[in-house]
């Protein structure tokens, strides 16, 4: 007789998605946290009075997450407060022009005939291939699980209209994104969203090109902070009895015979289940937290294989006025190809210069109940981090690296910044992996190639152990807040199936 | 002798045809062919 119907290690979105659909079906479920706070990388912490987001700062594709909401009796938009973003965001090129892309496709294109007539009418093809994408991605490619070439035939077989779009998948995304645009400082605008999956334009597979088309569909921050998405899961879950225990470090995922039967937690308490659905980085699971005898050698060189995916430096600042900027992102960016030569000449090489580029995310823009009356916050994403600096530790560079940043900050983009920083905090890839436990503070779990992707990433059902499913950045189909949530949906539906 | 000539045109072919790519498009594929050995590996995991 197992304590409960099912086990949920870690509460990011995709575990409590997960673990409150599967309360839904009726089953007893606990889901147990190591932080002491729910939801992950979409999450906030409070500092004196400010509320401050660990990473995510806004989401797309909110459908996506309603489809989860949906299935529990309820809405989305009734759980979480969800403020509209709009514009997407300003980027700030590196030669100080500025563009802004407002979610009205009309008012964009008149914003890049500003700065690029040339490239309209290739805005508007790429508009036009990229809303075709997506509705055929929508309708097969999220919800629906990609466990081997059977399912992947399956799913283009269910969505064919995919196959039209299928030389999407063979490029880059700053090959998807030549094909219609010329104008340089256009690409550059658009560039950045390709560490939105975590890998440069040149290496970023194609069909992520949808990604600056997809944010005019909508984008959203939740009011009082990130967290309120989790939470609103959390809620949907409890209510159906679903339990979350905080400050509860899972060790080990007991197996016998090839069958998940309970997790051992860091104070030696033992908790069995049916079913064991994993939020943490499968790599970590299986190479640390399986007794190895379990795994065939093929699937242990598998899990070998994968290489976590960047990470991403973070610097939180709470402000004293308001900062000179318009809107709720600001993109600082540099051309297209320096974006590229950074991950191969400075990050693979464990360098982090000061001089910059990420995204400016000004939260108490959308909500300005985040801080203190009249005071701001600023979440300052950086270009991916190397976990290994070169020479020297993030523990001995962090408070220079940050000085560094913040003064690069200041001449280019805040002026003044200095002299209104209330708190500053940084958190490197060092400090996301303490606070997350995740592997090389790898936040999108590992990378997203497209040897990494569908029926190459680890699978939602395990194809090792019975009884054990995978949620999260580390599953099909991959990272981002949509995207988990998905992960929790099909994690959920293949239970339904297999586990009755 | 005649399979071995076709091999070798093609691979010149698409040794050109490679040569001639811009440096972002090979990096791409270079980033894929390095972990094709893996796919036989992952797809078991």
Redo the contacts between chains.
């Keep these: 007789m197992s304590d409960y119907d099912v086990i949920v290690i870690g509460a990011g979105i995709g575990g409590l998605c997960a673990g409150a659909l599967l309360a839904h079906q009726g089953r007893k479920v606990l889901v147990l946290e190591q932080a002491p706070r729910v939801g992950g990388c979409c999450s906030t912490y409070e500092w004196n009075g400010y509320k401050i987001d660990i990473g995510a700062s806004i989401i797309e594709f909110p459908q996506v997450i309603n489809w989860a909401f949906e299935r529990m009796g309820t809405t989305f938009q009734k759980e979480v407060d969800l403020i509209a973003v709009d514009p997407t965001f300003t980027a700030r090129l590196h030669d100080g022009t500025e563009i802004t892309f407002p979610i009205d496709l009309d008012k964009t294109k008149e914003e890049i005939r500003k700065l690029a007539p040339e490239d309209v009418r290739g805005w508007e093809k790429y508009s036009q291939e990229m809303d075709g994408f997506l509705k055929a991605a929508l309708d097969g490619f999220f919800v629906t699980p990609a466990r081997?070439l059977w399912d992947v035939c399956k799913l283009f077989a269910k969505t064919p209209t995919l196959l039209k779009y299928g030389s999407l998948f063979f490029?880059?995304y700053?090959?998807v994104l030549r094909k219609y645009l010329k104008n340089e400082k256009l690409l550059e605008a658009l560039s950045f969203h390709s560490f939105y999956c975590g890998l440069p334009?040149?290496?970023l597979p194609g069909h992520f090109s949808m990604i600056p088309y997809a944010e005019h569909g909508g984008i959203y921050y939740a009011r009082g902070g990130m967290i309120g998405i989790p939470l609103g899961l959390q809620k949907c879950g409890e209510r159906k009895g679903m339990e979350v225990r905080l400050n509860a470090t899972v060790e080990k995922v007991i197996v016998e015979n090839r069958t998940a039967r309970a997790v051992k937690l860091s104070d030696g308490t033992v908790i069995s289940a049916k079913i064991i659905v994993s939020n943490i980085n499968?790599k970590k699971l299986?190479t640390e937290m399986i007794d190895q005898s379990n795994i065939?050698r093929?699937?242990?060189?598998?899990?070998k294989?994968?290489r976590y995916s960047m990470a991403t430096p973070m610097i939180y600042l709470c402000l004293d006025y308001a900062p000179p900027l318009k809107d709720h992102h600001t993109l600082m960016t540099v051309p297209m190809?320096k974006m590229?030569d950074y991950w191969?000449d400075h990050y693979e090489k464990g360098e982090f210069p000061a001089e910059q580029f990420g995204i400016l995310s000004w939260t108490t823009r959308s909500d300005p109940s985040l801080a203190p009356p009249g005071h701001h916050i600023i979440a300052v994403t950086l270009a991916p981090g190397p976990y290994r600096l070169k020479g020297t530790t993030w523990d001995n560079e962090k408070e220079t690296i940050m000085q560094n940043v913040i003064r690069f900050l200041e001449s280019r983009y805040l002026p003044g910044l200095r002299d209104h920083i209330v708190h500053a905090d940084f958190s490197t890839p060092v400090d996301f992996e303490k606070r997350l436990l995740s592997p090389e503070g790898a936040i999108y779990a590992l990378r997203q190639?497209?040897?990494?992707a569908m029926?190459?990433?680890?699978?939602a059902k395990s194809?090792?152990i019975r009884g054990l499913y995978l949620v999260g950045a580390s599953t099909h189909p991959g990272g981002g807040v949509p995207t988990v949530t998905a992960s929790g949906m099909i994690a959920a539906d293949l239970i339904g199936k297999y586990e009755s | 002798m005649k399979a071995v000539m076709i091999i070798a045109v093609i691979l010149c072919c698409l040794f050109v045809l490679y040569a001639t790519f811009p440096k972002s498009r090979k990096q791409f594929l270079k980033n894929l062919l390095s972990q094709a050995k893996d796919l036989i590996p992952r797809y078991f995991t």
């Design positions: 081997s490029g880059s700053e090959g334009p040149a290496l499968s299986y065939s093929l699937a242990r060189a598998g899990y294989s994968y190809q590229n191969f190639d497209l040897t990494n029926m190459f990433r680890p699978s194809k090792q």
